[in-house]
């Protein structure tokens, strides 16, 4: 017999399917203008001192790992598919790969934020949303009852 979901399960998938849906939307905006001006992202300002030239790189690599993987996630935190290639990503083997998987979506985010403050500058309010995102979805995914219902193992521990 299945777990009852905890309550902080809940929101964690609210958060992830928040990010899901705006970093498909962001992405595929940003592939399908890649000057950036449908999203009034004009590439001479934001992107002065980066790699790029405009926006279609950002908006592939924001559409695959903040849009697609985010629903990967979604997928493996509600269903708990034994997904054999997931199984061989997950550094935490007592745990079920989609919670490892929610960990990493945080850490991903944080780390997006973190380059895009080191190459364009901060100070823009959706950066703090979004770094606070990504906070928030690692606070979410280490709480005591999320934590024992993707437990597989001894490490899982009782929680509280």
Not at 13 to 42: E, T, V
Not at 123 to 152: D, E, K, N, R
Request: charged fraction near 10%; glycine fraction near 14%; include cysteine.
């Amino acid at each position: 017999m299945r777990k009852p979901r905890p309550f902080s399960l809940y929101l964690l998938a609210f958060l992830i399917l928040f990010q899901c849906g705006s970093g498909l939307l962001g992405g595929f905006s940003l592939i399908a203008d890649p000057s950036g001006n449908s999203l009034q992202m004009p590439a001479s300002e934001y992107l002065e001192g980066t790699p790029f030239n405009n926006y279609l790189i950002p908006g592939l690599i924001l559409g695959a790992l903040l849009g697609l993987f985010p629903l990967i996630v979604l997928i493996g935190l509600w269903r708990r598919p034994g997904w054999a290639w997931a199984d061989k990503l997950n550094v935490y083997r007592h745990y079920h790969w989609a919670w490892a998987f929610s960990l990493y979506l945080g850490l991903m985010l944080i780390i997006w934020i973190d380059v895009q403050i080191a190459f364009i500058g901060g100070g823009h309010f959706l950066q703090t949303i979004y770094g606070l995102l990504g906070v928030a979805i690692l606070i979410f995914a280490l709480m005591p009852g999320v934590m024992q219902y993707f437990s597989t193992g001894p490490a899982g521990g009782t929680g509280g």
